[in-house]
């Protein structure tokens, strides 16, 4: 077995460790909103996140500063991952997490399209058709989600389509900056973006941005959600570095299953049928993408969740 095969098995196993991570970042976030301000809850994320990444570079000797040319990207990234964030933590104030995550999987069909016309990527009538068959998918979860909680249930639309926009600008910076001092830098960038936010719409009455005092476990909630983000991608971050992304993009439409056990266990949701069908209809649309990629041969684009 060669050294690259054998760092393909641990690479695995951090992949599955972020799927079972990445829900309890929604769980966190959704005990939290109970009683915290969404916008709270989301500076929270990245206060913590940037306190976590901190001294892990100091350790890892990668560098607290960079390159001012890498500013203006830093700073879209942040503010769609802000967007993204808050969407979706908006969202799960009222609706299930398997529910929000699965209209949140639309984000690899939107990045696909995305790709097409900002990138020129190749992408055939197959792969459109998917994404086509796959937003119906999604419509299958929306549409009672929008019967039971309004407009509220487009919010992890929201969440895909700030989300491709992340992944997208990322896609740039990747390849000039190594992932673990670009989250330091985004978490830290977007907590300055948050922060005067906060401010001002202290004592404004704003129920989504003013901020409140954390009582008790809204302590623990608050900056779990940071604190699960970074294990998250942090095990992401590794096992692309382990094992190439067509072996690890299937794997990821594992998460559905973890959120529908947590999910189950900490709020008693569990999606009924119609949600069912829809997400059997998302996830073999964007396995079929993913095989269609090995087939043409073109790097395959790896399904994540908005906030993850």
């Given at each position: 077995?060669?050294?690259?095969?054998?760092?393909?098995?641990?690479?695995?196993?951090?992949?599955?460790?972020?799927?079972?991570?990445?829900?309890?970042?929604?769980?966190?976030?959704?005990?939290?909103?109970?009683?915290l301000?969404?916008?709270?809850?989301?500076?929270?994320?990245?206060?913590?996140?940037?306190?976590?990444?901190?001294?892990?570079?100091l350790?890892?000797?990668?560098?607290?500063?960079?390159?001012?040319?890498?500013?203006w990207?830093?700073?879209?990234?942040?503010?769609?991952?802000v967007?993204?964030?808050?969407?979706f933590?908006a969202?799960?104030?009222?609706?299930p997490?398997a529910?929000?995550?699965?209209?949140?999987?639309v984000?690899?069909?939107?990045?696909?399209?995305?790709?097409?016309?900002?990138?020129?990527?190749?992408?055939?009538?197959?792969?459109?058709?998917?994404?086509?068959?796959?937003?119906?998918?999604?419509?299958?979860?929306?549409?009672?989600?929008?019967?039971?909680?309004?407009?509220?249930?487009?919010?992890?639309?929201?969440?895909?389509?700030?989300?491709?926009?992340?992944m997208?600008?990322?896609?740039s910076l990747s390849?000039?900056?190594h992932?673990?001092?670009?989250?330091?830098h985004?978490a830290?960038v977007?907590?300055?973006?948050?922060?005067p936010?906060?401010?001002?719409?202290?004592?404004?009455?704003?129920?989504?941005?003013?901020?409140?005092?954390?009582?008790?476990l809204?302590?623990?909630?608050?900056?779990?959600?940071g604190?699960?983000?970074?294990?998250?991608h942090?095990?992401?971050t590794y096992?692309?570095?382990?094992?190439?992304?067509?072996?690890?993009?299937?794997?990821?439409?594992?998460?559905?299953?973890?959120?529908?056990a947590?999910?189950?266990?900490?709020?008693?949701?569990?999606?009924?049928?119609?949600?069912?069908?829809?997400?059997?209809?998302?996830v073999?649309?964007?396995l079929?993408?993913?095989?269609r990629?090995?087939?043409?041969?073109?790097?395959?684009?790896?399904?994540?969740?908005?906030?993850?």
């Open positions: 077995m060669t050294p690259q095969n054998d760092r393909i098995l641990p690479g695995i196993v951090l992949m599955l460790g972020f799927c079972i991570t990445a829900p309890l970042i929604d769980v966190a976030s959704k005990l939290a909103a109970q009683s301000p969404v916008g709270q809850i989301t500076t929270a994320r990245f206060i913590v996140q940037a306190a976590i990444m901190a001294p892990l570079c350790i890892l000797h990668y560098p607290l500063t960079f390159p001012r040319a890498y500013l990207q830093l700073a879209q990234r942040a503010f769609f991952l967007a993204s964030t808050y969407c933590v969202a799960l104030q009222v609706m997490i529910d929000a995550l699965a209209i949140v999987f984000e690899p069909f939107i990045l696909l399209i995305l790709g097409r016309f900002l990138f020129q990527d190749e992408v055939g009538p197959r792969r459109i058709m998917a994404c086509v068959v796959g937003f119906a998918g999604s419509l299958l979860v929306i549409q009672p989600s929008l019967v039971a909680f309004g407009f509220i249930a487009l919010y992890p639309l929201g969440t895909a389509l700030f989300f491709a926009a992340y997208l600008v990322t896609r390849r000039r900056m992932p673990i001092p670009m989250q330091l985004t830290s977007a907590a300055l973006m948050c922060l936010v906060m401010l001002l719409a202290d004592g404004s009455g704003v129920v989504t941005l003013d901020p409140v005092m954390p009582v008790g809204d302590w623990i909630w608050m900056c779990g959600v604190v699960a983000s970074s294990i998250a942090l095990m992401m096992a692309l570095r382990m094992a190439p992304t067509s072996t690890l993009a299937p794997l990821h439409y594992l998460e559905i299953v973890s959120a529908v947590f999910g189950y266990l900490v709020f008693s949701d569990f999606p009924d049928a119609l949600t069912w069908v829809g997400i059997a209809i998302i073999a649309s964007g079929y993408i993913i095989w990629e090995r087939i043409t041969a073109t790097p395959p684009i790896a399904p994540r969740p908005s906030v993850h």
